[in-house]
Nanobody, 115 residues
């Protein structure tokens, strides 16, 4: 099993950057497919980006490609989401997930993009 804690969210102006962290305890994140999801008010939770145990990355939301980067630091047992050129529509609670069939979720971190 793995326990996940997200951090790094906050209020940022449009065009700004944030780096979200998903710190894991228990199992190593390297054995899981890790994903960052987001849920905006009134909307369903959606997959933003994922990284497999082999290090393959996927960006499921077309609008984040080229702006967001998912990465993993095995030594720190942490997964990151670097978010650049943020837009108001990126505002959401961002969640970290481990696994594909049997999954574990963090509690989320709020990202607000507003001037």
């Amino acid at each position: 099993q793995v326990q996940l804690v997200e951090s790094g969210g906050g209020l940022v102006q449009p065009g700004g950057s944030l780096r979200l962290s998903c710190a894991a305890s228990g199992d190593p994140v390297s054995i899981y497919t890790m994903g960052w999801y987001r849920q905006a008010p009134g909307k369903v939770r959606e997959l933003v980006a994922s990284i497999t145990s082999a290090g393959l990355t996927n960006y499921a939301v077309a609008d984040v490609r080229g702006r967001f980067t998912i990465s993993r630091d095995n030594a720190k047992n942490t997964v990151y989401l670097q978010m650049n050129t943020l837009k108001p529509e990126d505002t959401a609670v961002y969640y970290c997930k481990a696994g594909v069939h049997f999954v574990f979720w963090g509690r989320g971190t709020q990202v607000t993009v507003s001037s």
